[in-house]
């Protein structure tokens, strides 16, 4: 029998909880800034939510946990990515009816894939994810980017770049996938299998081949830019300055063909060129889609634009740029209970500063003085609060101050005031000179 986890999977242990707590913390209040609202869809959907048609993609050929239970004619799907699912639930709850179209959506939460796991490829993984629909303005692809760069940036990555490109409009794509069959027709054999598949369902994604890449016959082959409308041409152009408009650096990379086939116009990938980042560099990823909307029977001009950002890749990428996401928390209080007849006081008091808000722990161990002074340490509590048998029968306990190295008896019930002024006196600065000083949890 094995009891670990299964492969390509993790624990998050809550040594490491903090970096999340910290990255849902900045999502909640990037999308707050940016007015864009939470939706939650189900962990799986039905197969046909994510398999639509003759996709080409390798995550829907390849790499769905798809099941059926017994007795059941109705198969089930682990969602492998966010958009399907919204964009299922924005039909199904007439969201397209809404009076405040586009609505702009972001989720946040695992996708399974069956990958072969790597460094920044995993089996469940986390993203968090925008979508805006039901609206189609180059302004808005600009928007999404621009709120994902900025999240990256307030993260305090440096080494991203944002790669960017245009499929065109139907017609573009139609003009295109013809070009590139013509093109391809001659060396098709001699290629992977996969490519093989998506000559027959998209020859686009052959361009995004990681095998055949090298290839003089992928290098040689036609350009989007070639077979683009003028209108697609002109929509292009206006996501490109309005990136300029707010400074966001980019890249034109024509080769950018991305892993879905419901992607139109804007595609773009943000990487990260950071030497640490290996093999598994895109951070953030996706594109305009238009006609999904209508494949789950809503309108036919509900137009969309998103992107997804893996978070364990994030957290790879802070790594390898030496951002600290965790900084050490400390206890406000630790009470020590110096004796078996006194818990019952020890448990009021821990509790009686937890309602008052310092955030504390106590002993239920039955511990020696000093196990429990060693937590003091270990938990950087500022303030122990020593409850002895002697003292309770005289109704106080002793306050003693880590930070200072001195002590006070408090009577029971001015335990909270005694709390109140150290913490107030480390607000106004605790003498210590520097003006950076952190030794106060209170400071901030
Ligand atoms: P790749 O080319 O790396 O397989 P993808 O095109 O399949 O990526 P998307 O479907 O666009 O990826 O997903 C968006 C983001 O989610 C990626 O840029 C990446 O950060 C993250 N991601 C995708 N697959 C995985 C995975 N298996 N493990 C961890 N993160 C992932
Ligand atoms: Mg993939």
Same mark, same amino acid.
């Given at each position: 029998?094995?009891?670990? @986890?299964? #492969? $390509?999977?993790? %624990?998050?242990?809550?040594?490491?909880?903090? !970096?999340?707590?910290?990255?849902?913390? /900045?999502?909640?209040?990037?999308?707050?800034?940016?007015?864009?609202?939470? &939706?939650?869809?189900?962990?799986?959907?039905?197969?046909? @939510?994510?398999?639509?048609?003759? %996709?080409?993609? %390798?995550?829907?050929? !390849?790499?769905?946990?798809?099941?059926?239970?017994?007795? *059941?004619?109705?198969?089930?799907? /682990? #969602?492998?990515? $966010?958009?399907?699912?919204?964009?299922?639930?924005?039909?199904?709850?007439?969201?397209?009816? *809404?009076?405040? +179209?586009?609505?702009? +959506?972001?989720? @946040? $939460?695992?996708?399974? #894939?069956?990958?072969?796991?790597? !460094?920044? #490829?995993?089996? &469940?993984?986390?993203?968090?994810? @925008?979508?805006?629909?039901?609206? !189609?303005?180059? +302004?808005?692809? =600009?928007?999404? &980017?621009? +709120?994902?760069?900025?999240? =990256?940036?307030? /993260? $305090?990555?440096?080494d991203m770049k944002v790669l960017i490109n245009t499929l065109g409009d139907d017609a573009s794509r139609a003009a295109y996938r013809q070009a590139l069959k013509e093109h391809f027709q001659h060396d098709i054999d001699t290629m992977c299998v996969d490519c093989k598949r998506r000559y027959e369902q998209n020859p686009l994604r052959i361009l995004d081949c990681k095998v055949d890449k090298e290839k003089e016959v992928m290098r040689s082959a036609p350009k989007m830019e070639d077979y683009l409308t003028e209108e697609s041409k002109v929509y292009f152009k206006e996501v490109l300055e309005g990136l300029d408009a707010l400074g966001i650096p980019y890249e034109v990379d024509d080769r950018l063909v991305r892993g879905l086939d419901y992607y139109t116009h804007t595609v773009f990938e943000v990487v990260s060129i950071n030497k640490e980042m290996g093999a598994q560099s895109t951070v953030f990823a996706g594109g305009r889609y238009d006609g999904l909307v209508e494949y789950f029977g809503g309108p036919a001009n509900m137009s969309g634009i998103g992107w997804a950002m893996g978070l364990e890749r994030l957290l790879i990428a802070c790594e390898a740029e030496g951002i600290v996401l965790d900084e050490e928390e400390h206890l406000d209080a630790y009470v020590l209970c110096l004796s078996d007849r006194v818990k019952k006081e020890a448990l009021q008091i821990v509790t009686e500063l937890r309602a008052n808000g310092y955030r504390s722990d106590t002993d239920y161990l039955g511990r020696s003085f000093k196990a429990q002074f060693k937590t003091v340490e270990r938990k950087h509590a500022r303030i122990a609060v020593l409850v002895g048998e002697k003292d309770i029968e005289q109704g106080v306990v002793t306050l003693k101050d880590t930070k200072h190295q001195t002590q006070q008896t408090v009577a029971l019930n001015n335990i909270i005031e005694g709390m109140d002024a150290i913490f107030a006196a480390d607000e106004e600065g605790c003498g210590c000179g520097n003006e950076n000083c952190t030794c106060g949890h209170h400071h901030e």
């Open positions: 029998m094995n009891y670990q @986890v299964p #492969r $390509g999977t993790q %624990d998050i242990l809550p040594k490491d909880i903090r !970096k999340w707590h910290r990255l849902e913390e /900045l999502i909640r209040q990037f999308t707050h800034l940016y007015n864009y609202d939470e &939706i939650r869809t189900p962990i799986f959907e039905h197969t046909n @939510v994510f398999k639509r048609g003759n %996709d080409s993609s %390798d995550m829907v050929n !390849k790499e769905m946990y798809t099941f059926q239970l017994e007795n *059941s004619s109705t198969s089930l799907t /682990l #969602r492998p990515e $966010g958009t399907a699912g919204v964009a299922r639930a924005f039909v199904e709850h007439k969201m397209f009816g *809404s009076p405040d +179209l586009p609505a702009k +959506l972001y989720y @946040v $939460g695992p996708q399974c #894939r069956h990958e072969r796991p790597q !460094k920044g #490829r995993m089996r &469940i993984f986390n993203q968090f994810g @925008v979508e805006v629909i039901g609206a !189609k303005s180059p +302004l808005l692809d =600009v928007e999404t &980017i621009a +709120l994902g760069w900025s999240f =990256v940036s307030a /993260l $305090g990555l440096q």
